[in-house]
């Protein structure tokens, strides 16, 4: 099952508006366990992978697959706008980069 996942961070005014918007558009999805918020400040392993991956600079939507590789990358500002959050269809898909081979 893929995940959905907001890259976060701390001390960012940005990250703190798009994590309750987040929470508030994503409600039931976090709450079955499909979707989650990652803070990268406190989680080496997800800082890992969005560094591996070339991800945006936070917040930064991903929905990742069961094998942990970046599927979509979504665009915060559509998927958290009041217009998208009635409409999740709205949103902006982009192809994932290509992670980096070590």
């Known amino acids: 099952m893929a995940k959905i996942i907001l890259f976060s961070g701390k001390d960012c005014s940005i990250c703190d508006e798009a994590d309750k918007k987040f929470k508030k558009r994503f409600k039931d999805?976090?709450?079955?366990?499909?979707?989650?918020?990652?803070?990268?400040?406190?989680?080496e392993e997800?800082?890992?992978f969005w560094a591996e991956n070339q991800l945006?600079?936070?917040p930064t939507i991903v929905v990742i697959s069961e094998?942990?590789?970046?599927?979509i990358i979504?665009?915060?500002?559509?998927i958290l706008s009041d217009e998208s959050e009635s409409n999740p269809a709205n949103a902006t898909?982009?192809?994932?980069?290509?992670p980096v081979k070590k």
């Open 29 to 43: 999805e976090i709450a079955d366990g499909e979707a989650e918020i990652v803070v990268l400040d406190d989680d």
């Open 46 to 48: 997800a800082y890992e």
């Open 56 to 58: 945006p600079i936070a």
């Open 67 to 71: 094998s942990q590789k970046p599927l």
């Open 74 to 78: 979504l665009d915060t500002d559509d």
């Open 93 to 98: 898909p982009q192809p994932a980069a290509a």
